[in-house]
């Protein structure tokens, strides 16, 4: 287990997450893998903090920022989810092109 | 005081323009008689300062003896070209400008106090009067400009002034479309002038007249280069180009369709414009430039022969025209080419190789003397046809006849008028045709001198017919109420005493006008035997007339026609020069040169900016396609731009 | 043994990654989430930094897929959508390929151009995290994080509320009973 390591699988976590992004149809899909990256950048962040950083703390302390504005970007994305689904009854993305021409 | 007066001459020019722009800005609204009260008191300032301007030069300068300073009024530099290229803006007094200034004056005044009773009733009343100042001061302009520049503008200026008088009555097609062919047909040979312009002037660095007729210009000019593998003398073309201005301004042939046409417009317009003023400005701007004609080779010859071969031509065609106002045209013409040989004859042949100068001046001082007698009784004649024209409402003479009972008045001044352009002892075209011709024989031009004298007969002749048939034997067609209006007949009764008086100016001029920079005159023959041969010219003209036309019938001429036959009709078809212009503009230009530019603006300039729109539109819409709402479709085009950075950064 | 451990924890977690993007229920891919999380809070705990295999189980596994399992239910019900399921052959081929370029790209970047921070950190082997260390860091004024603490549960309570401004139904016309 190497620093080179766990940049790689944070690396590939972000891609498989990116990769979801642009591939997943249903909008709460696409959230999904929002999640994915930000999972993949908090190991990031504490894979330099144990095996690199001059204040592992710091390492620490940021993904519990990252984590805590990941919940409030999650809370208002699903608040708008829900409120699109009211009104349009669908959440396809394909169907989702008002911002046409 | 003599400066003072001269600096405030600018006066002469700001009434007639103060005038122009009142009448013009409120004639909507004035009612007509306020209005004829303005223009004619505005006027008569103008002309009673000409008169004393005049008064004063002669007092003044002329005192002086030969050569006279030119006197320059005002000058001001006005368009700075580049440090060594000025045009500036200036009153230059010498004795043509201020001779000039006073026929203008007189003749406008007159012609304005003869409108009012020409134009009563007429609807546009308050513009015409507007038009007629605004022409005085282009006029006014042309005579006293100081250089040549500004003299292009004044006469563009009258140009236009003609164009809008002559198309006054703009109802009527025939108005309208004489009234652009004598603007395009002058408004094209103005283009030549004004390359003559830049010519002279850029390779002598001035545009001033002093500067232009000096001979140091002369000589700066006086040589060869090569244009197109051909030798020409620069002197030579820029003195023609500039000619070009009064070949189309003066009706020269064949720029000369224009001024039969212009007939078209109200006759006081007829009578000063196309008479007695603008059409002699081409015989200014000769005058005016002539130390420096004279240095060039081959230009005065060449305006002689155009002046001789037009005055022949005119008279010709006179002979066969009816309407009142045409043969007046014609003979204008003809007395222009008169005046534009006579300037030409002042180079001396070189056969006659016997004289010590090579240029005769009697040529200039006939030529301006002609234009001040021409002036006079031109004038007279066109407000005498006018007054005819109202009388009996009809321009055709051949429906005229029998009106020497009925308009007395008219028929006396008139008389005196024909008279005068026929060449008869002792009224003033006699001296001033006799110095013209005495000039031509002066200077060894025989064939001038032969064209002159059988033109001399041909005016009598036409001059006459005219008369005879309009005054003289029964009315030929019913008259209605004719009457002769008081407003018309005074100025042209005041004008019978210059016609008849003008000859006892006839030393005046040839002693005291001529050019600047020529101090002394040649010495040559005055033979006894020519006013003799001159007047005999005149009575075979009048008595051919009397013959044919003297009891007012036509039976005669009618017999003559027939015999002539189709000579007749090319004739009185004026030489079908007018179906030779219409043929060239409508065959040639047209079609040969102006429909593939206008093809070339159609679908190439155009259609390249319509190209332009229609490879924005269609870019637009690819463009657009990029923009199809979808979320993926954006998520993709960021990460792809990601990547590039990554791999270009 | 660390290192087996760690391609086990790591390979499972790419797989379960995977099939949390790929799916096509929502439900299914939720769960598949649930259990990523799970092992990255197990990866933190072999990085010695146990706070954050905490706050993970706490914040994402508690708080955050919960929420989303609560959305799923109530918009798709059980999270079957098949037809949303249906993507095109030709759109995971040219996404892998722009997902694949990225990875490759940011390797590129990253191996060519070396940081010199990086390499002059100090490699401190095996530090300690401890809870308390965190804490106090958190809330110290110098060399702390007090201000981006502050910071966030303001963010905290701005998405609070507007989560619920936003996901409020219509006010409804009272009716007049009389």
Known sequence: MTLSHCIALSLILCGIGIFGMMTRRNLLGILLSVEVILNGANINFAAFAHFKAADPVAGAVFPIFVMAVSACEIAVALAIILSMYRSKKRLDVYRLEELNG | MADFIFFNSYLILLCPLLSFVLIGLGHLRSDNRFVAKFAITLSAISCGYAL???????????????????????????????????????????????????????????????????MKGDSSFNRFFALLALFSFSMLGLVVSSNILQMFVFWELVGVSSYALIGFWYEKPSAVAASKKAFIMTRFADAFFLL??????????????????????????????????????????????????????????????????????????????????????????????????????????????????TALFAAIIAITQMDIKRILAFSTLSQLGYMIFSLGAAKVCADGGHHESSVNLLGYSAAMYHVFTHAFFKCMLFLGAGAII??????????????????????????????????????????????????????????????????????????????????????????????????????????????????????????????????????????????????????????????????????????????????????????YIDELWLFITHKIIFACIAAPIKWFDRKVVDGSMNLTGWLLQVGGKGVRLAQNGQLQFYLGATVLGVIMLLFLG | MTDILFYSLAVLLVTLSCCAVSLPNMLHSAIALIGSFLITAALYIMLHIEMLALAQIMLYVGGIVVFMLLIILLTTGLGVDDKLGRISAGKWISKGLITGLLLTGMLYFFTENSSDLLDKAVAKSAAIVTIDQIGTRLLSLENGFIVPFEVISLLLLAALVGAVVIARKDAEKTEDLS
Not at chain 2, 89 to 94: A, E, M, P, R, V
Not at chain 2, 233 to 249: D, E, S
Not at chain 2, 422 to 434: E, L, Q, T
Not at chain 2, 463 to 490: C, N, Q
Request: include cysteine; charge should be neutral.
């Open chain 2, 196 to 309: 003559g312009i830049l010519l002279v002037s850029f390779e002598s660095g001035s545009f001033s007249f002093q500067t232009l007729n000096s001979p140091e210009t002369a000589a700066l000019l006086n040589k060869n280069i090569l244009f197109a593998g051909m030798s020409i003398n620069l002197l030579t073309l820029g003195t023609l180009l500039i000619f070009c201005g009064g070949w189309g301004k003066s009706a020269m042939f064949p720029l000369h369709v224009w001024l039969p046409d212009a007939m078209e417009g109200p006759t006081p317009v007829s009578s000063i414009i196309h008479s007695a003023t603008m059409v002699v400005a081409g015989v200014y701007l000769t005058a005016r430039m002539f130390p420096l004609f004279a240095a060039a080779e081959g230009t005065l010859f060449m305006i002689q022969c155009i002046g001789a071969f």
């Open chain 2, 52 to 118: 004393l301007t005049a008064l004063t030069y002669f007092i003044a300068v002329m005192g002086h003896g030969h050569p006279y300073p030119e006197k320059m009024a005002l000058d001001g530099a006005w368009l700075n070209f580049s440090p060594t290229l000025t045009a500036n803006l200036g009153i230059y007094l010498d004795p043509i400008s201020v001779m000039m200034l006073v026929v203008i004056t007189v003749i406008s005044l007159l012609v304005n106090i003869y409108s009012v009773g020409y």
């Open chain 2, 390 to 575: 109202h009388a009996v409402h009809s321009n055709d003479i051949l429906k005229m006849g029998g009106l020497k009972s009925l308009m007395p008045r008219t028929y006396w001044s008139l008389l005196a008028a024909c008279l005068a352009i026929a060449g008869v002892f002792p009224f003033s075209g006699f001296w001033s045709k006799d110095a013209i011709i005495l000039t031509a024989l002066q200077s060894g031009h025989y064939i001038t001198f032969l064209v002159g004298l059988v033109t001399g007969a041909l005016t009598a002749f036409y001059m006459f017919r005219f008369f005879f048939l309009i005054f003289h034997g029964e009315a030929r067609s019913k008259l209605h109420d004719v009457h002769e209006d008081p407003w018309m007949t005074w100025p042209i009764i005041f004008l019978t005493i210059p016609t008849v008086f003008a000859g006892l100016l006839e030393h005046f001029f040839i002693a005291e006008v001529i050019p600047p920079h020529f101090a002394e005159t040649g010495h040559f023959a005055h033979p006894g035997w020519l006013p003799w041969l001159a007047t005999l010219a005149a009575v075979i003209g009048i008595g051919g007339a009397w013959l044919l036309y003297g009891k007012g019938k036509t039976e005669a001429a009618a017999r003559l026609k027939s015999m002539f036959g189709p000579a007749y009709t090319v004739v009185s078809n004026k030489f």
